[in-house]
């Protein structure tokens, strides 16, 4: 974070990649010494003074109002969860003391994520760190055992590139819904020591950290490359537990009567 704030950073980097001609805005022949949105054409699309959003900007006014950042929000063409993020950088930051226990995974959570045989579970962190997990978690993937962040791992070990046959987006969206679950803390110094490490190791983590995009992950479909049990098309779905401070389960299952089913049970008989 630079010396404008969280608010401001993020202002800055949503202003770089809007286009002007993605909002009507004609560009002419001069060349322009900026890639996306100027600050008084945010201004503008906002509807409120320039002098008002480089205050913005620049960290010193750092709550605005809702309408302001619902305005901002549509002049900068964010979807709702990006907006939704917007608006929670405006509200006063919570302090790092508020998130202690966020570690603990509850008896009964572990008990139902290894009553399920023939679907991989993982719960995170809300710094995407695997908090526990099941055999055939660990089976699928050695990465998915408790200690490990599965972000950093995703960048940083080179076997996950072979892994994941969509690697670099699920890289992308991976850093994306780590920003969006965990970076709501002032002077977080885990999250600060896990961006640290990822941008010291990987140009592409870096990459995307700066972008600041922001994600939920709910379901969807994932390939991977077993050396076991070779390519399997798995379904995902992200689950969140209520009553943590933003823990989830991930699961990791195959339709029935599918090849993949069938390799997920070996891995299952195996392990």
Same mark, same amino acid.
């Given at each position: @974070?630079?010396?404008?704030?969280?608010l401001? %950073?993020?202002?800055?980097?949503r202003?770089?990649q809007v286009r002007?001609?993605s909002v009507?805005?004609?560009?002419g022949t001069a060349?322009?010494?900026?890639?996306g949105?100027?600050r008084e054409?945010?201004a503008?699309?906002?509807?409120?003074?320039?002098?008002?959003?480089l205050?913005?900007?620049q960290?010193? %006014?750092?709550h605005p109002?809702?309408q302001?950042?619902?305005?901002?929000? &549509?002049?900068?063409?964010l979807d709702?969860v990006?907006a939704?993020?917007?608006?929670?950088?405006?509200q006063?930051?919570?302090?790092?003391?508020?998130?202690d226990?966020?570690?603990?995974?509850?008896e009964s959570t572990?008990?139902?994520?290894?009553?399920?045989?023939?679907?991989?579970?993982?719960v995170?962190?809300?710094y995407?760190?695997?908090?526990?997990s099941?055999?055939l978690? &660990?089976?699928l993937?050695?990465n !998915?055992?408790a200690?490990?962040?599965?972000?950093?791992?995703l960048?940083?070990d080179?076997?996950?590139?072979?892994?994941h046959?969509d690697?670099?987006p699920?890289a992308a &969206?991976?850093v994306?819904?780590?920003?969006? @679950?965990a %970076?709501?803390?002032?002077?977080d110094d885990?999250?600060?020591a896990?961006?640290d490490e990822?941008?010291?190791?990987?140009?592409?983590?870096?990459e995307?950290?700066?972008?600041?995009d922001v994600?939920?992950?709910? %379901?969807?479909?994932?390939v991977?490359?077993?050396?076991d049990?070779?390519?399997?098309?798995?379904r !995902?779905?992200r689950?969140?537990?209520?009553?943590?401070?933003?823990q989830?389960?991930?699961? !990791?299952?195959?339709?029935?009567?599918?090849?993949?089913?069938?390799? @997920?049970r070996?891995?299952?008989?195996?392990?």
């Open positions: @974070m630079s010396a404008y704030g969280r401001g %950073d993020y202002l800055r980097a202003r770089d002007p001609e009507g805005l004609s560009v060349k322009r010494r900026v890639a949105l100027r054409e945010v503008v699309l906002a509807g409120i003074s320039t002098d008002y959003y205050r913005l900007e960290g010193r %006014d750092r109002s809702a302001v950042l619902d305005a901002l929000a &549509r002049a900068l063409q709702p990006a939704a993020y917007l608006h929670g950088l405006a006063p930051p919570r302090g790092p003391g508020d998130v226990g966020g570690d603990i995974v509850h572990r008990w139902l994520i290894d009553s399920w045989p023939l679907t991989a579970a993982v995170h962190s809300r995407i760190e695997v908090l526990a099941n055999a978690a &660990r089976a993937n050695p !998915y055992r200690g490990v962040n599965s972000v950093l791992s960048l940083l080179p076997d996950e590139r072979d892994f046959a690697w670099e699920l &969206r991976s994306a819904l780590l920003r969006n @679950m %970076d709501t803390h002032s002077g885990r999250l600060r896990i961006v990822g941008t010291a190791g990987s140009a592409l983590f870096r995307f950290w700066e972008r600041q994600a939920r992950v709910r %379901d969807g479909i994932h991977v490359n077993h050396p049990a070779g390519q399997l098309t798995l !995902y779905v689950l969140p537990l209520a009553g943590t401070d933003g989830s389960i991930f699961l !990791y299952f195959a339709p029935p009567d599918t090849p993949s089913a069938a390799g @997920m070996r891995l299952a008989e195996a392990g």
